[in-house]
């Protein structure tokens, strides 16, 4: 008898070396418009809105992520939603092959944290910089590229410090 797929999945995870790191961030649209907020929920997407979103989705050559690099000092927080105004900490825009801005795009977010800086929970609404050290958030298209090729993404640099400032 063959164990389930998802025993096997979870012993991998625990198996897997500590560089691996990684947590869903959210899933949701690149910013309505330039210089605006990403739409970012824990899941946004089943297997029909998906397919329904990448069909009305222009294809995706490149994103711009800010801030870049995120600089976050232990005990702050990166919100998917900011929860008073309803609106993302982060501006995550989408652009196409000859350079324009595509509004709304299908995205998935995640954080890759080698050093165990942040942590994030599907309960959470937010991600924690925890402890001093760096990882990585990936902003990746959640579609398919019509050339079959891999999806664009954007790696963003996150440095948690004790201080974000000489100031503090």
């Given at each position: 008898?063959?164990?389930?797929?998802?025993?096997?999945?979870a012993?991998l995870?625990?198996?897997?070396p500590?560089?691996t790191?990684?947590?869903?961030?959210?899933?949701?649209?690149?910013?309505?418009?330039?210089?605006?907020?990403?739409?970012?929920?824990?899941?946004a997407?089943?297997i029909?809105?998906?397919?329904?979103?990448?069909?009305?989705?222009a294809?995706?050559?490149?994103?711009?992520?800010s801030p870049n690099?995120?600089?976050?000092?232990?005990?702050?927080?990166?919100?998917r939603?900011?929860?008073d105004?309803?609106?993302?900490e982060?501006v995550?825009?989408?652009?196409?092959?000859?350079?324009?801005?595509?509004?709304?795009?299908?995205?998935?977010v995640?954080?890759?944290d080698?050093q165990?800086?942040?942590?994030?929970?599907?309960?959470w609404?937010?991600?924690?910089?925890?402890r001093?050290?760096e990882g990585?958030?990936?902003?990746?298209?959640?579609?398919?590229?019509?050339s079959?090729?891999g999806?664009p993404l954007?790696?963003?640099r996150i440095i948690?410090?004790l201080?974000t400032?000489v100031?503090?």
């Amino acid at each position: 008898m063959r164990a389930p797929i998802f025993i096997v999945t979870a012993c991998l995870m625990l198996l897997a070396p500590p560089d691996t790191l990684a947590g869903q961030f959210g899933e949701g649209y690149s910013s309505m418009v330039p210089g605006g907020p990403s739409d970012l929920r824990y899941r946004a997407f089943t297997i029909h809105t998906g397919r329904e979103a990448c069909d009305l989705s222009a294809a995706v050559s490149e994103f711009r992520v800010s801030p870049n690099p995120l600089l976050l000092k232990v005990g702050d927080r990166i919100h998917r939603t900011n929860v008073d105004s309803q609106i993302s900490e982060l501006v995550i825009e989408a652009y196409g092959a000859s350079g324009e801005f595509l509004p709304a795009v299908p995205i998935v977010v995640s954080t890759i944290d080698s050093q165990r800086a942040t942590e994030i929970r599907s309960d959470w609404d937010y991600f924690e910089a925890v402890r001093e050290g760096e990882g990585d958030l990936v902003v990746k298209w959640a579609c398919t590229a019509p050339s079959g090729e891999g999806s664009p993404l954007e790696t963003v640099r996150i440095i948690v410090g004790l201080v974000t400032s000489v100031n503090e």
